[in-house]
């Protein structure tokens, strides 16, 4: 059984997509073992205590440095035996110690489709404003794994979604998560908690 950590910023609806997509068997050999979040408050350490999933609050400002941050991260997750670690909307720029500790087994959604609109800054709403300022008619969703890079880890899966007249990013965003990122992230962790993927040439491809 797969052991995964979420790691959170705010509402947690991708969370929230994972939780309902294991209580309908989408996602199998899979269990979220816990939930992370840097901030207090955090609607989804809420969603995570509705289901009896431990929740901890890891914020950067209580350590000296981001490599103190990143070894309190990962001997947390450690400690759980934590074999994946999701990045569900995860705002902390990630300590590089944190991503070697769980190098290959660390995957992040990003709401379009890298690699357009993504790198340093792009994030949030940030990213539907600049699909809107660039006129795209198409844009989506991308889950990948983490490597030291932003958003420039091997990509698992992607889903188009349409760019309709009218839209605003507000519009844009809740359309992304509704129609590409509540499907692809709990997809992207059924596929690795059932051993069918693995990556080669920083590629990622199906195994035979």
Known sequence: MLKVAVLVSGGGTNLQAI???????????????????????????????????????????DYDSREAYGQALTESLQAAGIDLVVLAGFLVILPENFVKAFEGRMINIHPSLIPSHCGPGYYGLKVHESVLARGNKVTGATVHFVDEGTDSGPIILQKAVCVQEGDTPEILQKRVMEEAEWKILPQAIDLIANDTIEILDNLVRRKK
């Open 19 to 61: 939780m309902d997509s294991l209580d309908r068997g989408e996602i199998k050999n899979a269990q979220i073992a816990m939930v992370v979040s840097n901030k207090e408050g955090a609607y989804a350490l809420e969603r995570a205590a509705g289901k009896n999933i431990p929740g901890k609050v890891l914020s950067p400002k």
